[in-house]
């Protein structure tokens, strides 16, 4: 079983729609959790950082962590074809010294 | 803030030549510095960790012998690749985590340099 897993998608949407991206994972020791927006033949990008459980709300990002699930999620509002690009979630136990990432999801908003 | 810019952003060299990538925080002091390669669709692989004025953590499988990192400075990681040969041809990304209590707990990458070994 992988760390962290994700759904490679690709995954399509229209434009305005709620896109719901997922991560869960086995190491229970996991404190810090990322999610970087990718897009093509270039670096991630940081979108979102969270300690420990909880929601965070960003603009039309809202980043949600499940410890007791092991589960992450990312929402995004009123998606945007500006959107579309690979998403990853990253995870790790302290310092981020072990950060692990899900192999990323392809997102595609249609206009 | 927190900008992390690799140089060159692409090369194409030929087999057997050595290649050198450096990666710089430009608005920040890292202690830490990660480099990781990436293959189309494919998620980061992390290759090492380099340590400001220490050696090299290397990922299982890697040969520190082909991949040398400096990390000379707070600012500045450098990985060369030796001898190179068309299967190192791929998409290579440095981050940066800053000290902690300045920009949190977390890595900020550079763009990317994509290597083409003919």
């Known amino acids: 079983q992988k760390e962290v897993e994700q759904d490679p998608g690709p995954l399509s949407v229209p434009e305005g729609a709620i896109v719901s991206l997922n991560c869960t994972y086995s190491?229970?020791?996991?404190?810090?959790f990322m999610w970087y927006r990718q897009y093509s033949r270039k670096g991630p990008e940081l979108l979102m950082y969270t300690y420990s459980s909880g929601n965070k709300e960003d603009g039309r990002f809202t980043a949600q962590v499940d410890k007791s699930s092991k589960y992450i999620s990312l929402f995004i509002r009123d998606s945007q074809p500006s959107d579309s690009a690979t998403y990853l979630c990253a995870m790790s136990a302290s310092n981020n010294n072990d950060m692990r990432f899900g192999a990323g999801t392809r997102l595609t908003v249609k206009p | 803030g927190a900008v992390v810019s690799q140089h060159p952003s692409r090369v194409i060299c030929k087999s057997g030549t050595s290649v050198k990538i450096e990666c710089r925080s430009l608005?920040?002091?890292?202690?830490?510095m990660f480099w990781y390669r990436q293959f189309p669709k494919k998620s980061l692989m992390l290759m090492a960790t380099?340590?400001?004025?220490?050696?090299?953590?290397?990922e299982q499988g890697v040969e520190k012998d082909k991949f040398l990192i400096n990390h000379a400075s707070l600012t500045l990681s450098t990985l060369t690749v030796t001898s190179a040969h068309p299967e190192d041809s791929s998409f290579y990304i440095c981050?940066?985590?800053?000290?902690?209590?300045?920009?949190?707990?977390?890595?900020?990458f550079g763009p990317g340099t994509r290597l083409t070994v003919l």
């Open positions: 608005d920040f002091q890292a202690t830490t």
């Open positions: 981050s940066a985590r800053p000290l902690k209590g300045t920009e949190g707990d977390t890595q900020y």
């Open positions: 190491n229970s020791a996991f404190q810090y």
């Open positions: 380099s340590n400001e004025g220490s050696k090299a953590t290397y």
